[in-house]
């Protein structure tokens, strides 16, 4: 699997609107010309400014000729008009996989102004097509997760971006666990366009809940979106949504993204209700994710050396499981995937909506069996397709379908079998393993049980661990809002 971010003109399928039209061109004298293509910007300069040497550290792209510079429309960030210059604020790729923020000033005279605004409102207008210009940011960095990087990340590869953009931005530093979900439940939500979360997955997920307890929690799910900055070790929102892990093309990807509904999945455990936008576990793959935390100093690699130690062992996790199945045949979820397009999101203004099902307290709904599984090995229910770099455990997720995809393994399978769904895994073709069960799903109760002589157990929502207790889980179709490139997610489907 490519893990290169997707940066330069966009593909197709992209939300990013670039609006072909007729070239038009702003010339400043006989040896400077810009003009705005259906892709890019081209400048023609035969005395390159020694402004440009200065402040311009790299191009997004250019031609053979050294006086002649092309900025893909994507990366360009914003246009700054003087009294007697122009700067062209753009993120230049450094690498593959990165970009830093850069400019290009070039000179005027007055008489010119107005010329040069209206070719600046012009450009940017084909910059950002739809999008918001000038977006209002809330960003939550949480200097805990991961390694501890976020708040330098924040700060040498996001903040230039963001500010060359010239977004509003309102930055806070969370103290403790649970913070995000009182600065979510507090914030005013017409004062944002989005809360930016420069963390792992928790920090979303605790956005996503602070909305959630709201009186006003449909509404304000609607009304403001959320997305990732990479900041931790998983970082899966960003990867689905932004497809890299890499910071500053992330937030150039935030910065050219639009408005997306997405389905949640909402939890009942106890007399608790809470909501999961990523992933629910219990089995393999929530013992690696929460018995692992003192190895946070491997980043990524824990996850794999955590489940080569399990896989070893051939360890199983008996529980009681029913299941609401939407489709349960894999060329059919195939057929699904490729058709699907995303419609019909919920609106309101009160709090979240009544359950179908019930929950973990209600009777068992007629149409669901209780099914005991002595041998479970990894019981694994997502919403998005990346768990984390790597790892396409979803390949036929949907941001919004009003399914979610559950993907059950048996613990006592040969330790070739799950070695070879393990490597699998990087491309989503683990789906086509017989020994892998998957089913896109509407609902679902699950009752864990305590294995002898074991002390730790293990329940991971968004990777974040919950009482070792039955609970109960159903998705609500479009509930959330996200800034995404595209429709689906940016990982291979099946």
Known sequence: ?????????????????????????????KQLSLSIGAEALHIQDTHIPKSASRSCCGFAGTSDLANSVTIPLYNLLWVDVGDASVTIKFAAETSKSRVKASSLTYPYDLPARSAVEAWTERVLGAAYGTLIQRPRYKVLINPFGGQGNAARLFETACRPILEAANCSLDVQTTEWTGHAVDIAREIDIEAYDAILCCSGDGVPHEVFNGLAKRDDAMKALKTIAVGQLPGGSGNAMCWNLTGTGDPSAATLSIIKSSRKSMDLV??????????????????????VDLGTEDLRWMGGARFTYGLMQRIWRQTVYPCDLAVKIAIDDKDTIREHYRQHEAQGVLHGETGLPELRFGTVNSELPDDWELIHQPNMGNF??????????????????????????????AGNISRRQALKMLVSVETGEHFELPHVSYRKILGYRIIPHKRPGVTEEYISIDGERIPFEPFQAEVIKGLGT?????EQYLAPGV
């Not at 996200?482 to 595209?486: N, P, Q, S």
């Open 482 to 486: 996200v800034l995404a490139r595209t």
């Open 1 to 29: 699997m490519s893990t290169e971010p997707l940066m330069g003109t966009p593909s197709p399928s992209s939300s990013f609107d670039a609006r072909p039209g007729p070239e038009f061109t702003l010339s400043l004298g």
């Open 266 to 287: 909402s939890i009942s455990q106890g007399d608790q209700r809470f909501l999961s936008f990523l992933s629910q576990s219990f089995g393999i793959i929530a013992e």
């Open 380 to 409: 694994y229910a997502g919403n998005m397709s990346w768990m984390s770099a790597g790892a396409n455990f979803f390949p036929a997720s949907l941001p919004n379908d009003g399914m979610f995809d559950l993907v059950c393994v």
